[in-house]
């Protein structure tokens, strides 16, 4: 007979959580609300499986040699790698893949679920949690970018979300791509640097422009000060560079406010002064401005000027369909660390 002192404790595992009633009433009630402005806009619903092969899901992997990193990963009896998924993207690539043919272009749906996580828990960061997801397959263009971003505004307000309290943030790569074409880091060779720009930038919220400045450069100590905390190798920018990265995808979040200004350089129709909160609103700037804007300062280069005119095409889809920067804003520091991304 089994020791009584041994006996299973029961326990939850780090990073999952048990759901009660209200919670399910409230996240189905929520779901059903997304799902009737996903339709409204003519997508229709697909239900994929949880569990994918894990070469499916290939370069998304942390590490492709680890199956299990960053992923919950297992062998089946044929010795074939399976994983939970992570997210709804790789699995909708895989479906379009394999079903492309048959699909009618552009293929517009929607999917739901549980992806799952093998990351360290922390406050907000769990293991297993639901994600909507909306994609567009098979169009050309931006028109359909136009689109999602107008959706997500609707969802929103769908939800409650009263607007003004919410806003639809929009870059375009390219905008960044061009700028580092420019300072020297094109090609295939400086591949590991322009993502660690792209991460670097991709802090800005958390670390804001200085802790963005020094990933830019040799590196942060992550106490704040030298010697204090593990200390993150940065992308070894000049300071040149990093200023030109500054003034043009950086510009925006700075704090500074747009204001009108008299004797302002040809160039720009409006100039930041630094003094107050950044308020485009405040001077009814709207985003074909703020395209404009993004145009004088980026890269005058092919990627450049491609990144200012796909902007100006958003912008002018944004606007004569009635949704203000208050609703959709363009905003040339919003980046992800990750190199799929557009």
């Known amino acids: 007979m089994a020791d009584k002192s041994e006996k299973m404790k029961a326990r939850l595992p ?3 959580v048990d759901r009660g009633a209200d919670d399910i009433r409230a996240v189905e009630k929520m779901m059903a609300t997304i799902r009737s402005v996903y339709e409204l806009y003519g997508f229709e619903p697909v239900d994929q499986p949880m569990i994918e092969y894990t070469d499916a ?38 479906f379009v893949a394999e079903n492309f043919e048959r699909l009618p272009k552009p293929y517009r749906s929607y999917r739901s679920g549980w992806v799952f996580r093998n990351e360290k828990p922390g406050p907000g960061r769990f293991r297993q949690f639901m994600q909507f997801d909306a994609d ?57 640097r322009r993502l660690t ?4 930038i991709d802090k800005l919220d958390k670390l804001g422009p200085e802790g963005v400045r020094l990933l830019l450069g040799q590196g942060r100590w992550d106490g704040g000060r030298e010697g204090e905390g593990d200390f ?4 070894g920018l000049t300071g040149p560079q990093i200023d030109r990265l500054e003034a043009t995808v950086l510009f925006f979040a700075t ?20 003094r107050e909160a950044n308020d485009p609103e405040a001077l009814c700037l709207s985003n074909k401005h703020l395209v404009q804007m993004i145009r004088n300062r980026g890269a005058d280069n092919q990627t450049g000027q491609e990144a200012a005119n796909e902007l100006d095409t958003l ?13 959709i804003l363009i905003d040339p520091s919003v980046v992800r660390g990750l190199e799929y991304y557009t």
């Open 14 to 16: 780090r990073g999952l």
């Open 57 to 94: 899901l290939g370069k998304f992997l942390p590490d492709q040699d680890r199956p299990n990193e960053g992923v919950f990963s297992f062998q089946d009896d044929d010795d074939q790698w399976l994983s939970l998924r992570y997210d709804l993207t790789a699995p909708m690539a895989r």
């Open 136 to 192: 567009t397959v098979g169009t050309p263009g931006v028109a359909a970018d136009a689109e999602m971003a107008m959706m997500m505004a609707d969802v929103m307000e769908a939800l409650g979300i009263k607007r003004g309290d919410y806003v639809i943030r929009v870059n375009n790569r390219k905008v960044l791509d061009g700028v580092l074409e420019a300072i020297g880091l094109g090609g295939d060779e400086n591949v590991g």
């Open 197 to 200: 720009v792209l991460r670097a």
């Open 232 to 235: 993150t190798k940065g992308a």
């Open 255 to 274: 704090g500074a406010r747009f204001t009108k200004s008299k004797g302002i350089a040809a160039e720009d129709d409006f100039i930041l002064d630094g």
């Open 315 to 327: 912008a002018s889809i944004f606007q004569s369909s009635g949704y203000g920067t208050k609703r």
